[in-house]
């Protein structure tokens, strides 16, 4: 007896997604954008370039991506993948510091398109489509008077973001963003649709994990609804520097204040009840290469830091507080007041065009601009928020502070800052390596943390420590792919960053699912919050085959 030869699992494949595409092509409206990665070149090449997403250090090839235009859509495109037994991703902002957005041989889902904005004229409720833009959202919302709790990044999308959270520049004011998620509709496991809504102060269950208990876990978001504030009448953003980097000499510091002075008063600003027009803020600290073999010394060591500040008031009440609390004690410095916004001003229509991207980023254009390097008639275009590749990791500090029971966390954070793992040199070639430090406490959560209904778990925390390595963005320098000398150097940038993660820093503790390591323990995202939003998950989500399933989803 012949047997015939079985099938390999190529064509076994090849198999479902002919069928996968076939039901698409039958269901699916013919305006649909579909793109596959096989085929003539020139659509392999297109694939290629639909498939890169935020972090350029990473890079996936799905099998197909839809760009679905409404609900339907993803109704089709989730039942047809699922029914033909095909992993799914589902991409919004593309922002997953992980990739986990997005993958190889799966189907992805992109809900960009899907950037829809209707502001309910009495409860002021935005029903949001998952795929929009702060860029474009905040714009819109301000036009209209009102603001939900937004990011720094302009090209950041609002679904992913959300259910991360949500830290922003308003987060001491008016919390993380998950706080003021009223509903949501969401694709279950088996196909259906569900509508969530808070109704009478009660939050749904399966509604509450979507309040920053990560993104996908439970389902496929279609529409977010969110409560928006009254926009203040007027608003100001501000820099004030401290330790300048001298403009020929990008590794080099005009070392003025030292390091932790500056930091105690940041965060004393951050703690004191007396600061509420400080709306929200973090605190920008430049890692230093230290090969010295000396210990260092936190009373006299210098980095250049940067705090960033949104202040609700005019230029002349925010001159006084930098006066009042930054003068004495920490000059030099230099202030940078930026123009004037909110709901007083005509230019609204411009809120998100350039959101606070510097706040996370160092931007190469700007180092190469001071040094005369860029090319003749180019314009400067700060990079703050274009793609780049990077890697981040992340920890929050405890209610007490890093000097708390004797232990002085100050010590170990700055020992992590100064490392022989960051070299001359780094800044010039477009590498960078540092710290922000994003304020949690404030009026918000001093006042709520026992009463907010959500999943976020560290609403008790003074600030995150967020780790930062990013590199290369000329165009001359993609241009020459790995014949680029940052290459020699990335490595050891990339050591610091795991390094970090694992210094023993007191004081601190968890991490910050936005800012996501795949090394760190999907539970210590989630801490006292973990074990329910299992149960959540397992109850409600419909998915017995967890196919809302990334290295850092629940379960």
Known sequence: MIQEPLHTVSELLKDNIDAFLKELNSHLPSNITISTNWGELDNVYKHNKNSQIFNRRLQYNPFVIVYCENESDVVITYKAAIGNKLPIRVRAGGHDHEGECTGTNVVLIDVSKMASLTIDPIT??????????????????????????????????????????GWGPWTRKMGMCCEHLVGANILLGDGTLQKLDVKNGSVPELLWALRGGGGMSYGIITELRIQTFILPAVLHR?????????????????????????????????????????????????????????????????????????W????????????????????????????ATGADYAHKNQYGSHLMGNWDRESHNKVLNKLGLLREG????????????????????????????????????????????????????GL????????????YYMKNAENTDSAFPYKDKLYTIQ?????????????????????????????????????????TSGAFISFKDSSIPTKTYFDKSYERLKEIKETYSKDPYNHFRTRKTII
């Not at 014949?483 to 960053?497: E, G």
Request: hydrophobic letters at 30%.
């Open 124 to 165: 002021k409720i935005a029903s949001i489509g998952p795929g929009i833009r702060f860029q474009t959202l905040t714009s819109k919302l301000a036009e209209q008077d009102v603001m939900i709790p937004h990011g720094t990044c302009a090209t950041v999308g609002i679904a992913g973001f959300t259910m991360g959270g």
């Open 238 to 310: 501000f820099e004030v520097e401290w330790n300048c980097y001298e403009d020929k000499e990008p590794d080099t510091l005009k070392e003025e204040v030292p390091t932790i002075r500056i930091l105690q008063k940041w965060e004393e600003l951050i703690e004191s009840p007396n600061t509420s027009n400080l709306i929200g803020t973090n605190l920008k600290i430049n890692g230093r290469p230290w090969d010295t073999g000396e210990p260092v010394n936190i009373n006299t060591v210098y980095n250049n830091c940067v705090f960033y500040g949104y």
């Open 312 to 339: 609700e008031g005019d230029e002349n009440s925010l001159c006084k507080f930098i006066d009042k609390y930054l003068k004495e004690k920490v000059s030099p410095y230099t202030l940078t007041i930026e123009p």
């Open 378 to 429: 180019a314009p400067l275009q700060p990079d703050y928020d274009m793609p780049a590749p990077h890697k981040i990791t992340s920890r929050l500090v405890n209610t007490d502070g890093l000097d708390a029971q004797g232990k002085n966390g100050y010590k170990a954070l700055f020992e992590s800052l100064f490392s022989n793992l960051i070299l001359d040199g780094n800044r010039k070639l």
């Open 432 to 443: 960078f390596t540092y710290v922000t430090l994003g304020a949690i406490v404030g009026d």
């Open 467 to 507: 780790y930062q390595c990013w590199w290369n963005m000329k165009k001359e320098e993609k241009e020459e792919f790995q014949d680029n000398f940052v290459y020699d150097r990335t490595n050891r940038s990339l050591d610091w960053i795991e390094t970090s993660r694992d210094f023993d820093i007191p004081n």
